[in-house]
């Protein structure tokens, strides 16, 4: 008589196989990206009937192109733009946009512009895409002035990145001009060049200016004193450090956007206003 196999009279429950877990690895923000986030973030703050000026360069522009598309689905009505630059007119035009001018409208309801570097006192770099002196020119007299960056323009004291710090100067005698920006921030290792374009010439602002390019090897050091400090000196027509002048910042970055308000310069440029 054949004894059965106790395997077969008792087989061995078989144990579930193992189940594979695909991670699916999520899509990285790029710098571009951040720059749409903050600029839509900053839309939210304009209301149909206001004049806005609009800022110039990469983040800009994305503001630029989100008004337009708030407009044509009828969410923002009778808003009139202060562009800041050829470049910024050109684009609204280009998307329906109205108009119009600081001789208009001497008083600007909000701008929206990028910057360079911010500090946490929500000091400004601007200008290396050139338009420094007409953004300033628009965002001194904006009742709100929101800076959108992403989180690579945050630092912690302007001029310490190694990147430029821009003046726009006058063409007649800018080397004479150059000559004087160095030798004032000698003692920080300064080193000031005149910008040039791809074809070697150089740059020319909207305002057919020039642009030096100041370097800090040790920093701008008290940006107010170093802002008069470039003032005073014959030839410049305006420089890129914006002092107290950013309401609000919104910095999008990749754990998502910050919005911080300034009250100090709410209030200067009211009193200004």
Avoid at 97 to 117: F, Q
Wanted: hydrophobic letters at 40%; proline letters at 5%; aromatic letters at 4%.
């Amino acid at each position: 008589m054949a004894i059965p196999c106790t395997q077969c009279l008792y087989p061995e429950k078989k144990k579930p196989k193992p189940r594979l877990t695909l991670s699916i690895p999520q899509p990285m923000l790029t710098q571009d990206d951040l720059k749409r986030i903050a600029a839509n973030e900053a839309v939210e703050f304009v209301e149909s009937g206001m004049v806005v000026g609009l800022g110039t360069g990469s983040t800009a522009k994305h503001a630029v192109a989100r008004i337009a598309e708030l407009m044509r689905q009828g969410k923002l009505d009778n808003i009139v733009g202060i562009p800041t630059s050829k470049t910024t007119e050109a684009q609204a035009l280009s998307l329906g946009i109205p108009l119009s001018d600081l001789d208009r409208h001497p008083v600007v309801d909000l701008a929206i512009d990028g910057a360079d570097e911010v500090d946490p006192h929500f000091n400004l770099i601007k200008g290396r895409g050139g338009s420094l002196y007409r953004e300033k020119r628009v965002e001194s007299v904006c009742r709100k002035f929101i800076v959108i960056v992403d989180e690579t323009k945050v630092v912690k004291n302007l001029g310490e990145s190694g990147h430029a710090m821009p003046v726009e100067v006058a063409q007649f005698g800018w080397n004479v001009t150059l000559e004087s920006l160095q030798s004032l921030f000698k003692s920080s290792g300064c080193v000031a060049k005149l910008r040039t374009g791809c074809n070697g010439e150089p740059f020319l602002t909207d305002n057919m200016n020039y642009i030096v390019d100041l370097y800090f090897e040790k920093g701008i050091g008290d940006i107010k004193a170093a802002s008069d400090a470039i003032k005073r000196q014959i030839g410049v027509v305006e420089h890129g450090m914006f002092l107290d002048m950013a309401t609000t910042v919104i910095v999008a970055g990749s754990l998502g956007v910050t919005v911080k308000n300034n009250p100090r310069a709410e209030l200067h440029l009211l009193s200004e206003v």
